[in-house]
Nanobody, 123 residues
Framework: QVQFVESGGGLVQAGNSLRLSCAASGRTVSSYGMGWFRQGPGKEREFVAA???????YYVDSMKGRFTISRDNAKNEVYLQMSSLKLEDTAVYYC?????????????????WGQGTQVTVSS
């Protein structure tokens, strides 16, 4: 059974950086399209970034340049490096896996989800 576990969240001051990790078990991350989503307080869950099986990277425009997604096949992990964090980046961050062939940001195309990790950005 495939499972994904996020880690690396916490409390960070605005302007600082944080790296989230998503560890997979049961199957390799390189066999999926792997994405990061987030859900802020009182908001709907939204797409952040994805790395597909081919290595194609996909970002939401508003976060491009501040957030970087990467994958370590040897460790079977996916990462989200976040820099210049803002108060509005406060959210629960989820990693998710998709079996579809074409990169997508659509939440419904991701079949497997981690439990989430909380990121709180303070002033």
């Amino acid at each position: 059974q495939v499972q994904f576990v996020e880690s690396g969240g916490g409390l960070v001051q605005a302007g600082n950086s944080l790296r989230l990790s998503c560890a997979a078990s049961g199957r390799t991350v390189s066999s999926y399209g792997m994405g990061w989503f987030r859900q802020g307080p009182g908001k709907e869950r939204e797409f952040v970034a994805a790395i597909w099986r081919s290595g194609t990277l996909y970002y939401v425009d508003s976060m491009k340049g501040r957030f970087t997604i990467s994958r370590d096949n040897a460790k079977n992990e996916v990462y989200l490096q976040m820099s210049s964090l803002k108060l509005e980046d406060t959210a629960v961050y989820y990693c998710a896996a998709s079996n579809v062939a074409v990169p997508t940001s659509l939440e419904g195309r991701f079949a497997y989800w981690g439990q989430g990790t909380q990121v709180t950005v303070s002033s």
